[in-house]
């Protein structure tokens, strides 16, 4: 493709980039990323970086951005001195696949929702953003013989929902190589698991439903530090440290029994619970991060997160603690060529590793991924790519092997607002 007609295609769809925040709206409760593997607490929890990070293999504590938001660590936020407006969307296809069969699922839904502003510029940034924090999606089946094989009992269990977080951040630079920051997150939603059994004795038919729902809300602090060494004038060693705080998040619990015969007509309706009040505690985390950068060029950076899992969750969770590593880097062949545009883009790559808080059959559920991306330059702005192939699990023990491609489509919009005009 000619790149000046490239060029001038994607200066065009600049002022296209409003359309998925009208989708981002209406999508922002489809947290539908489908998973056997959450159903347990608040579900499954959703990575927060952004295109950039995750095609890094999830790495951003440690990586200073001018013309992105860093969503893993708002130490770095003051080197933002434009007003900056990011939108993202998700496709996740999986393969489910256990020791005897196996199904796909197709799933898409918003992945983020951001705005953020300098307050004294290179000094104090804010931002807000909106993204899907946790995600319960997920359908199995057993199948029981009661009474010498005289009574079957087939039973479907199916979740939904999850949590919602509406994130304030703030950024300050202390010095010229020392940024500090803080985030407010406030989690909101709800999350229902329902049973449902079919009760076939050869005489009469039964359906039994049970209904559990929780909903949730509060909030919880994250505190952040950020440090760059310059080595040269084009090289810089870069630092970070973010810390999650343990908190309570209170909710209620509604659990319905149902019944119904045959026909599908309700014989039988009784609430067991109606607003008991619960609470979940969250888990407190440390990360840390390191990067090699040098300017316009490249950067290799490492992600270590450690999360106290142990001490988290309900009354009757049993977590264990966990760690997550991620390394990955980026390159940008020829930032100011202005002749051949696909110098100009920047391309990353990455892996990351971890696990679930929790054991299945005594087996601990572990995760890898691959990821790469790229991100293409709208003037100041730009159009971000991010592809994840991904593996959780096993089919040992009983258990179930997910495989998954998941992709991150988001645009970019830097500009300046809120300057107050000299002259008229």
Not at 133 to 159: E, I, P, R
């Amino acid at each position: 493709m000619d790149c000046t007609l490239f060029g001038s295609l994607m200066s065009q769809f600049k002022g296209l980039l409003f359309l998925p925040f009208i989708l981002a709206i209406t999508c922002a409760k489809s947290q539908s990323i489908s998973s056997v593997y959450s159903d347990r607490g608040i579900g499954t929890l959703n990575y927060q970086g952004l295109p950039n990070n995750l095609a890094m293999g999830e790495v951003g504590i440690a990586v200073p951005e001018r013309w992105k938001l860093n969503h893993q660590n708002p130490a770095f936020l003051p080197l933002n001195s434009l007003t900056i407006f990011q939108v993202g969307l998700e496709m996740d296809r999986r393969s489910l696949t256990n020791s005897s069969q196996s199904t796909k699922e197709i799933s898409s839904g918003l992945r983020y929702l951001n705005f953020a502003f300098p307050i004294i510029s290179e000094k104090w940034t804010t931002s807000i953003g909106l993204t899907p924090y946790s995600t319960v999606n997920y359908n199995s089946f057993t199948l029981d013989s009661l009474n010498n094989n005289q009574t079957l009992v087939s039973t479907t269990f199916s979740g939904s929902g999850g949590l919602s977080a509406f994130k304030w951040s703030n950024g300050v630079r202390v010095s010229k190589d020392l940024f500090l920051g803080v985030r407010t997150t406030y989690l909101f939603g709800t999350i229902e698991n329902q049973s449902k059994s079919l009760v076939e004795d050869g005489l009469l038919n039964n359906i039994i439903d049970f209904n559990d729902v929780y909903s949730y809300s509060g909030a919880v602090l994250e505190l952040s530090a950020a440090y760059k060494k310059d080595l040269t004038e084009e090289s810089v060693l870069n630092f970070g440290a973010v810390y999650e705080l343990s908190r309570d998040i209170d909710g209620t619990n509604d659990k319905t029994f149902e019944t119904f015969n045959a026909g599908g007509i309700q014989v039988g309706s009784r609430p067991i619970l109606e607003g008991e009040p619960i609470s979940f505690t969250m888990p407190s985390s440390l990360g840390l991060g390191a990067s090699y950068q040098v300017f316009n060029k490249y950067l290799i950076g490492l992600d270590v997160k450690s999360t106290n899992w142990k001490n988290a969750g309900a009354e009757n969770d049993s977590f264990r603690n966990t760690t997550n590593i991620g390394i990955g880097g980026q390159w940008t062949p020829d930032y100011s060529n202005v002749s051949r545009y696909w110098k100009r883009v920047t391309y990353l790559m990455g892996f990351n590793f971890g696990s679930l808080p929790y054991k299945i059959n005594g087996q601990t559920i572990r995760e890898f991924g691959i990821n790469f991306g790229s991100s293409l330059p709208v003037g100041a702005s730009s159009l971000d790519l991010a592809f994840k192939y991904g593996g959780l699990g096993s089919t040992e023990n009983d258990l179930i092997r997910e495989t998954y491609f998941r992709i991150v489509i988001g645009a970019t919009i830097n500009d300046r607002w809120f300057i107050k005009r000299r002259y008229n």
